[in-house]
């Protein structure tokens, strides 16, 4: 029988001398002794060798080409050109066809010599042949396809059809340069349980036969001490006995008996050892070959593999190779068993040179081949004691199963063969060592070659000393590191040091921008505001605490010094083969990590089934409480010690990365950095060229990393710019692939499936943030491989995390597969709704990614069903798409058939009792299906968009955009994907819509109770009452009691209206489709509007108890000073008199003294900057809260807390800035996308392209665009915060309605200037929500310093009164106390305070009237409704041309200007006679202050001398007694007024004099009559005088003035405008949608042909504009509807009524633009002239039209109203 080379394969016999490519010789020892070294002795050598040889370089030929003399497996150089980064991707399988396509490219006489001549057939086949190895397929498939094509095609070589897997596979090895290339090989070969071939002869001249223990790497790098190794080898009696196939029958080896490398076996067979590393506990070296031959190297590798794993012998050998007789070996079998027996317990130099400690001897299993029990029972005995000196523990007999008939009998007989080997190699097991480090592997196989290795005798045997398994250098330093650090009880900070500091720092940062002052009900009624302003005090100082100790983390992150586990990786990085010692150092770190990991999780999992335990609630008593106390404390120990646990490689080179980070220089002088020394630019150069060789070969790399998850830094960013730049000319850029799904789903698996990627895989939660894997693809693109963590986990962080997740690959993919287990679930899809959400308000993609769904797991692989799921999850996500206004394919790309379906993964069976595991062929075709979809999919989007630039030009573009991406997720993410689904945002904008109706309804009643019944109403009586009572007796009522008493009524009132509120809104939101959820949250936020109102009315209180409190200072004040002039009269018995110099002196003491505690207390009621500040942020949190369920940019804000608006001190560099501070550099890099200048220079360059030189647009030059497009937007921003903040300082308040509208001002007219008007002729684009922010912050800066000038102002104003009753303090100080005034003077003194006190109840009276008059234009105009309506139809209604222009430039304006007019009307028909009834009331009061003063000087008293006080210090006599005084005069009046008067007039006439008695000193009057006489004569000059009306025109024209802006403010409405025409909105109140009922042609407000320039007459009810297209922010042109769902949700649904209002109108508006259409083109220009003939025949009006210079009339009359100066024409 013949072999197919026409050899005996002697399969006759299986102890035939003769064997199939046997290698016929052998090597004995001469036995010389004890210490003597072994030497090799030629023993026989037969003539077959030559043929085995010439089999062998044939093969090497066919396979290997030219380069068979070039091959060596020598290590990869560190940043050396590495050809794997070229990597084949494979799309089809390899069939017949393709095979003979590879290898068949000539005439058949020349077919062998061109494969030769093209570097061999492996050259062509490696392709397919890794590719296998990446889905997990064997060779074997390859290996037939080769012999068919090989006996089909006489042309091709016929040692095609002598190979196998195994030599298919060294032909790979062979034809791979790189050695990380090969390692990769070889690990992927041994996971398809296959023998893996570790000696083999290498192609070459010598042909030599070579250890190959580089490929062992990955597998055998750490050593394990429960390993135990078989050594299987044989005599060449046995050579064709199957020795291989006897491990597969005994099951010994996992691996299938096709995947054995048994007969006919091929070239590579002889000589060589395969490995079977399939389980982990066993090894098992197949030895194929004679040790005792002439191949010494052989002889050499399995010696080593014997002494290094002390490994169990187990000899296969024939009964001939015993004697006959005496059972002793013959000479082949002796030798054997000495070389495997003796050496293994051979004493072993150390490292350094000393003898080192022996090893371990296991023992040698004899098995005698086709040998029955009964044969060799009768020399059993012999035997034994002949083998027992040479190592033999047990020697059986393994009879020829394949004469049996029985499989039964087979199957029992290889049972009882498999059972005692089992129970051998258990005992011997117990006394084994395991197998340590590969790099004592290396040393022991140098030593053998060296010569260097001696025999021990047998008695000396028990002597030696046993050596543990060892590790590498490597390995024991990373160890005594790890137990270092565990013993210290923080691995992980001892570790990394750096990274803790860092992680602290992210999760300050990320608490400091969530600490938002968010404001919350409060519990108590009386203390509501302050408790929020104290929650917010409290925040504001956590957060001061915060920034402190952030600082503090950043001094100690750049003083900590670099740890040794640092260190030691740094010396790995430095050693001459680095990527193998990082290869090692990942196998050592996961050993040491196995043990004390795998205890804890196993407790974490008790301790979990204990906590959800029946009987453990701590409800069951205190007992139990105690119990599940310490039971929770324990499990967060457990999290704890796991978290210290969780670290691997990635973590080395993120903390190296810190290291490197701080390294480098500051960006800026303050920053604070170590410098970087010679020495330290060569490590980061080594490590960036190491890390770059990794990264560069495929190697997966971390990119969001930690907890908080952070993208990595700029070292990371500096590899992947030098490994990504794209070559020499190469515009086509980067492909970008990424995998989202459940966690557990096998996404890892999937990708490593489909491009080969080496993402770790495992159960539960393997990859953390984000994985990335790069490489290049021959002739394709490079490719970018994204692997994300698990979304949908119960140990996730919730839907935001799963969002940002999905969002983040989403938006930076060109291709995302979405992978999972089982069918679509409605899980899914509501994730991919919120994500659309998100990316619509976001506007991060540059593309539209394409969805494409894996299903997995799927046995019934029927596409139908599963492409109907699918559509249907299509249409739903087109629904929620054009909810958001745009089409699905604006945001996303997904077919209807884009569903994949795979089987499972893994197969798997039972085998002896053992599970084993494989890789279906099922699941790898389908799976290289699913990638040549993968790159049709690529290749056709990039087709669809060739016409534009690459997305991602390079790698590091690729990640600065990702960078981006991941800020403004991190920052702004929250606001958008809190919620689950779309579902949820309608529900909780439907709740808004609710709680604002109840809201208002609350605040200012409901149509069937009235308005009365409103909160405001009710608390506008309440305090009008109060301010009536302390105006009407000032004197009488104690402030600070009145202000408890309001208080508290205001309190109880605002407590009824939230119990009535809330009751309101649980009968509106009753509807059982609002989820409990979403009410509790709405019901959380309808309490603050209430609260608001209640201290708005509390402030307006405030105004009026400050007013009445000045007044009453200023009482004080007075009292205070005659309280000092009575002091001085009765101390001087009204007789001393001051000189002028002393009286002034006396003054300005007492009056420093007094100012000074006036300012203190002033100060004191003055609110300071941080105050405003918490006012402030409370206001803009709760319009922020509300604003955000309003579509559009709305979105995006965030509640912020205080301390991100910082009060800069000047020339504070520490402190950030405001957007209008920053710098042209800070606005480029906070707030546009990085790379935007290059975006902006190839925009040129493709105009330069298309339209020539000559006609290139020189605005988007570099030099124009950086000096003008920022300083441009800048000023824009200027401009508009200039305008809020001038409003809000004329208004001195802040509320709610007006921070809202600030916001509404800040996203919807800023924002929208900035990104369409501004940045309109350039491609580049703002980073949305960073600017947005900006803004916002902007915003609240601007209204806190607003505020603050107003607290200065009244500050100012306070002092400037003072000031002024200073003067008149001090006039009536000096009258008293200096010596030559009399009567006279202090009468007319006397009047002129009794004048001046009487004022203020004229003022009164004047704010009085003027509240009435406001009273009665509210009823005029009493909403915008009405009053938009009004102007309408005073302007275009009435043909009023002059009107309709002031309409048309400024409607707001225009609209003030009617108000302003109904106002003066009402104020003429109203105020004159009002104001001649207050004059004729305060004219009566003087009267009767005259007739008052006559009675009391006819008053009888107490005769006496009559003595002038002042004359009387001339005369030297004292006054009498009996003379009377000014408190005399008072008293009379005050009782005068106690009287019954005749009416009601008169009695209020009499009670403002007797309230309104000026303070004064008690002076001594010495004449009654001239005093009396002189005050009347006084007190009628200014009765008859014109002061007074004068007072009363001026008083009541500023009282009118300011209650007609505060009623202006109420009925001025919203502000927004229709996006179509501009004409302004009309509903009141609080809303979220906007409408309005007459809309004007667009070309009223400038609107024109984009190409034309003609005027648009398109009315916005027309069929016209309803079926128009609409220029999106987006540069898409879309329908009427997609246009404002997409840029104006709120002005949806849109009016589109077609009856005879529209008509009316169009007729209206026609006229308008004849007779108003030159002002209006003069105005618009360069708009284009046109006027339809038959409008202008049927409109025109002569003499009335208006001209060109009407528009300045007009423009004047705009501008004053604008600055508060027009005023109505009587």
Same mark, same amino acid.
């Given at each position: ?146 012999? @068919? !094509?090989?006996?089909?095609? #006489?042309?091709? &070589? ?8 195994? =030599? *298919? %596979?060294? $032909? ?82 996992? @691996? !299938?008996?096709?995947?054995? #490398?048994?007969? &006919? ?8 050892? =395969? *490995? %079977?590393? $399939? ?105 034994? $004691? ?649 004197t009488r009522f104690d402030l600070d009691t009145t202000d408890m008493e309001l208080g508290r009524a205001l309190a109880h009132l605002r407590d009824d209206f939230v119990q009535q509120l809330e009751h309101l809104f649980e009968e509106r939101s009753s509807d059982p489709r609002f989820s409990a959820t979403a009410k509790e949250q709405a019901r959380q936020q309808i309490r603050t509007p209430i609260e608001w109102a209640f201290e708005n009315h ?69 609110k300071d900057w941080q105050t405003l500040l918490h006012e402030v942020t409370l206001l803009f949190n709760h319009a922020v809260a509300k604003l955000q369920h309003e579509a559009g940019a709305l979105a995006l804000l965030k509640e912020v807390g205080p301390q991100q608006i910082v009060r800069r001190a000047v020339g504070d560099l520490e402190q950030p800035r405001c957007l209008t501070e920053q710098t042209d550099e800070e606005w480029e890099e906070l707030y546009f996308h990085v790379g935007w200048w290059g975006a902006m220079k190839m925009h040129g360059l493709a105009l330069l392209q298309n339209a020539g030189a ?517």
């Amino acid at each position: 029988m013949t072999g197919r080379n026409g050899y005996s394969n002697g399969l006759d016999s299986p102890t035939a001398k003769v064997a199939c490519r046997s290698c016929l010789s052998v090597s004995a020892f001469v036995p010389t002794g004890a210490g003597r070294f072994l030497r090799q002795v030629p023993w026989r050598r037969d003539a077959g060798s030559g043929m085995q040889s010439q089999g062998f370089h044939e093969f090497c030929e066919v396979m290997l080409g030219p380069q068979m003399h070039r091959v060596e497996l020598m290590p990869d150089e560190v940043g050396a050109a590495e050809p794997g980064m070229s990597c084949p991707i494979c799309l089809e399988e390899l069939s017949s066809e393709s095979v003979r396509a590879v290898a068949s490219k000539a005439p058949a006489k020349e077919g062998f010599s061109d494969i030769r001549k093209t570097g061999g057939l492996v050259a062509s086949l490696r392709p397919f042949l890794e590719d296998l190895l990446v889905r997990r397929q064997g060779f074997r498939g390859a290996v037939d396809l080769l012999g @068919a !094509a090989a006996d089909a095609d #006489d042309r091709l &070589p016929k040692i095609l059809t002598e190979i196998t897997a195994k =030599d *298919l %596979f060294l $032909a790979l090895l062979f034809a791979t340069p790189s050695r990380r290339r090969r390692v990769y090989l070889a690990t992927a070969y041994s996971a398809l349980r296959v023998p893996l071939p570790i000696v083999f002869r290498r192609p070459g001249a010598e042909a030599r036969t070579s250890l190959a223990l580089d490929l062992m790497h990955e597998l055998a790098c750490v050593p394990n001490p429960s390993r135990q190794l078989i050594l299987s080898v044989g005599t060449e009696r046995v050579a064709n006995a199957g020795k291989t196939t006897l491990l597969g029958t005994l099951s010994l080896v996992s @691996a !299938a008996d096709e995947d054995l #490398d048994i007969r &006919p076996s091929g070239p590579m067979h002889l000589p060589s050892c =395969d *490995l %079977f590393c $399939a389980d982990a506990g066993r090894w098992l070296v197949d030895v194929h070959g004679h040790l005792p031959c002439g191949d010494e190297d052989l002889r050499h590798a399995v010696l080593a593999l014997n002494i290094w794993g002390s490994a169990v012998a187990m000899v296969h050998c024939a009964l001939s190779d015993l004697h006959s007789t005496s059972g002793a070996p013959r000479k082949e079998l002796a030798a054997l068993l000495s070389d495997l027996s003796q050496v293994g317990v051979a004493a072993r130099v150390g490292r350094d040179g000393t003898p080192g400690q022996a090893l371990q001897r296991s023992g040698v299993v004899v098995l005698v081949r086709d040998t029955s029990e009964e044969v060799f029972a009768p020399r059993r005995a012999a035997i034994e $004691a002949a083998l027992r000196p040479l190592g033999a523990v047990v020697v059986l007999p393994v009879e020829d199963c394949r004469s049996f008939r029985s499989a039964a009998r087979r199957a029992g007989a290889m049972e009882k063969v498999r059972s005692r080997l089992e129970e051998v190699w258990k005992q011997l097991g117990e006394k084994a060592r395991g197998t340590p480090s590969l790099e004592e592997l290396h040393r022991i196989h140098s030593l053998i070659v060296d010569g260097q290795v001696q025999r021990c005798p047998a008695d000396q045997l028990a002597k030696v000393h046993v050596a543990p398994a060892g590790r590498s250098k490597l390995g024991e330093e990373l160890n005594r590191i790890l137990d270092a650090a565990h013993r210290a009880g923080k691995v992980y900070s001892c570790l990394f040091p750096l990274s803790v500091i860092k992680r602290r720092l992210n999760a300050l940062g990320r608490s400091q921008d969530s600490g938002t002052g968010k404001s919350t009900a409060p519990q108590g009624a009386g203390s509501a505001g302050n408790s929020r302003l104290e929650q917010l005090r409290i925040e504001e100082g956590m957060a001061k605490a915060r920034a402190e100790e952030m600082r503090s983390l950043q001094q100690e992150l750049n003083s900590t010094p670099r740890s040794e586990a640092s260190s030691f990786f740094s010396d790995i990085l430095a050693s001459p083969n680095p990527l193998s010692g990082l290869a090692e150092l990942t196998r050592y770190l996961e050993d040491w990590k196995e043990p004390r990991v795998q205890p804890l999780l196993e407790r974490q999992r008790q301790l979990l089934d204990h906590t959800g335990a029946p009987g453990s609630s701590p409800s069951n008593g205190p007992s139990q409480q105690g119990a599940c106390d310490l039971l929770a404390g324990e499990l967060d120990s457990v999290v704890a010690e796991l978290a210290e646990l969780d670290f691997s490689i990635d973590s080395f080179w993120a903390e190296l990365e810190l290291l490197v980070e701080r390294q480098l220089p500051p960006k800026d002088s303050n920053a604070s950095g170590r410098s970087a020394t010679k020495a330290d630019a060569d490590a980061r150069a080594r490590a960036s060229a190491c890390y770059g060789s990794m990264l560069g070969s495929g190697q997966p790399f971390q990119l969001l990393h930690s907890r908080p998850l952070q993208m990595a830094g700029g070292f990371l960013r500096s590899v992947l710019e030098a490994i990504g730049s794209p070559h020499h000319g190469d515009t086509q850029g980067i492909y970008v692939v990424s995998v989202i799904g459940a966690q557990s789903s096998a996404k890892s698996t999937l990708l490593n499936f489909l491009f080969g990627c080496g993402f770790a895989v495992s159960s539960g939660r393997c990859t953390r943030g984000l994985y990335a894997s790069y490489f290049r693809p021959e002739g394709g693109r490079p490719m970018l491989v994204l692997d994300s963590e698990g979304l949908l986990s119960l140990g996730s962080e919730g839907s935001t995390f799963d969002g940002q997740i999905a969002l983040m690959c989403m938006t930076c993919s060109h291709l995302v597969l979405v992978n999972n287990k089982g069918e679509l679930s409605r899980q899914l899809q509501d994730l991919l709704e919120i994500c659309l959400f998100a990316m619509k308000h976001l506007r991060l993609a540059r593309i539209q990614p394409r969805l494409a769904f894996v299903l997995r797991d799927q046995h019934d692989r029927s596409r139908t069903v599963h492409e109907d799921m699918l559509k249907q999850m299509r249409n739903h996500l087109e629904d929620a798409a054009r909810s958001l206004g745009s089409p699905l394919q604006d945001l996303i790309l997904l077919d209807g058939t884009a569903v994949f379906l795979l089987p499972s993964a893994v197969t798997s069976e039972l085998r002896q009792g053992q599970e084993v595991c494989w890789t279906s062929e099922l699941f790898a075709r389908e799976a290289l299906q699913l990638r040549a979809e993968v790159f049709r999919w690529l290749r056709e989007d990039t087709k669809r968009r060739s016409s534009e630039p690459a997305e991602f030009s390079s790698l590091v573009h690729w990640y600065d955009y990702a960078s981006a991406v991941w800020q403004t997720l991190d920052q702004f993410g929250q606001q958008l994907l809190h919620c689950r689904t779309m579902h949820e945002i309608e529900q909780r904008r439907e709740l808004a819509d609710v709680a604002k109706s109840a809201v208002r309804d609350a605040l200012d009643g409901s149509e069937a109770e009235g308005r009365c019944s409103g909160f405001h109403e009710r608390a506008r009586q309440l305090v009008d009452s109060f301010v009536h009572r302390i105006h009407s007796s000032p004197t009488r009522f104690d402030l600070d009691t009145t202000d408890m008493e309001l208080g508290r009524a205001l309190a109880h009132l605002r407590d009824d209206f939230v119990q009535q509120l809330e009751h309101l809104f649980e009968e509106r939101s009753s509807d059982p489709r609002f989820s409990a959820t979403a009410k509790e949250q709405a019901r959380q936020q309808i309490r603050t509007p209430i609260e608001w109102a209640f201290e708005n009315h509390l402030y307006t209180w405030k105004l009026h108890l400050k007013k009445a409190s000045d007044e009453r200072a200023m009482h004080e004040l007075w009292i205070h000073f005659t309280g000092v002039l009575n002091r001085h009269l009765e101390s001087s018995g009204h007789r001393s008199c001051l000189s002028e110099k002393e009286s002034h002196e006396l003054f300005a003491a007492e009056w420093h003294l007094y100012e000074a505690s006036f300012m203190e207390r002033l100060r004191g009621l003055n609110k300071d900057w941080q105050t405003l500040l918490h006012e402030v942020t409370l206001l803009f949190n709760h319009a922020v809260a509300k604003l955000q369920h309003e579509a559009g940019a709305l979105a995006l804000l965030k509640e912020v807390g205080p301390q991100q608006i910082v009060r800069r001190a000047v020339g504070d560099l520490e402190q950030p800035r405001c957007l209008t501070e920053q710098t042209d550099e800070e606005w480029e890099e906070l707030y546009f996308h990085v790379g935007w200048w290059g975006a902006m220079k190839m925009h040129g360059l493709a105009l330069l392209q298309n339209a020539g030189a000559g006609n290139l647009d020189t605005t988007l030059t570099g030099s124009t665009l950086r000096s003008s497009v920022i300083p441009r937007m800048r000023q824009a921003v200027q401009h508009g915060l200039s305008q809020l903040r001038s409003e809000v300082r004329a208004r001195g308040v802040m509320d709610e309605a007006t921070a809202a509208e600030g916001l509404r001002h800040v996203a919807n007219v800023i924002l929208h200037d900035l990104e369409t008007r501004l940045l309109a002729d350039c491609s580049a684009t703002l980073m949305r929500p960073q600017i947005l922010h900006a803004l916002h912050v902007a915003l609240r800066t601007t209204c806190v310093e607003a505020l603050e000038d107003v607290e200065r102002d009244k500050l100012e104003k306070a002092k400037a009164d003072l000031l002024a009753q200073k003067a008149l303090v001090e006039e009536h100080f000096l009258l008293i106390v200096q010596h030559n005034k009399g009567d006279v003077e202090r009468a007319t003194n006397f009047a002129t305070l009794y004048h001046r006190s009487l004022s203020s109840w004229l003022d009164h009276e004047v704010t009085q009237l003027a509240a009435d008059v406001r009273s009665q234009v509210l009823q005029a105009m009493p909403d915008p409704q009405r009053s938009s309506e009004m102007a309408f139809q005073m302007s275009f209604a009435s043909r009023n041309w002059p009107d309709v222009l002031e309409y048309v430039l400024d409607t707001n304006s225009y609209l003030e200007k009617q108000f302003l007019i109904i106002f003066h009307q009402q104020k003429r028909s109203f105020v004159g006679t009002a104001r001649s009834q207050v004059e004729k009331r305060i004219l009566g009061a003087y009267r009767l202050l005259q007739d008052v003063i006559g009675q009391w000087a006819r008053k009888e008293s107490t005769p006496g001398e009559r003595v002038d006080i002042v004359k009387a210090s001339v005369k030297g006599a004292a006054p009498s007694a009996a003379g009377r005084s000014v408190k005399e005069l008072k008293d009379f009046i005050s009782m005068h007024a106690e009287r019954i008067p005749p009416d009601a007039e008169t009695a209020e006439a009499h009670r403002q004099l007797a309230e309104r008695l000026p303070a004064t000193a008690d002076f001594q009057i010495a004449d009654a009559k001239l005093f009396a006489e002189t005050l009347q004569a006084r007190v009628g000059d200014y009765a008859v005088s014109a002061d007074i009306p004068k007072r009363l025109g001026e008083t009541l024209e500023k009282a009118l003035r300011e209650q007609s802006l505060q009623a202006w403010s109420l009925i001025r409405g919203c502000s927004e405008k229709c996006p179509l025409c501009g004409s302004k909105c009309d509903l009141v109140g609080e809303h979220s949608r906007h409408r309005c009922v007459h809309h004007l042609f667009p070309a009223f407000h400038g609107w024109m042909d984009r190409t034309t320039g003609l005027p648009s007459f398109n009315h916005c009810l027309s069929c016209d504009t309803r079926e128009g297209t609409y220029e999106c922010k987006d540069g898409a042109w879309r329908k009427l509807e997609e246009y404002l769902r997409s840029e104006h949700p709120a002005w949806l649904p849109f009016v589109t009524d077609s009856g005879a209002t529209r008509d009316r109108d169009v007729q209206l508006l026609r006229a308008a633009w004849v007779n108003c259409r030159e002002p209006l083109l003069e105005y618009f220009s360069p708009m284009t002239d046109e006027c339809p003939e038959e409008w202008h025949e049927s409109y025109f009006e002569e003499g009335r039209a208006l001209t060109r210079k009407d528009l300045q009339t007009a423009k004047d009359t705009i501008r004053k109203l604008r600055l508060r100066r027009w005023v109505p024409p009587d």
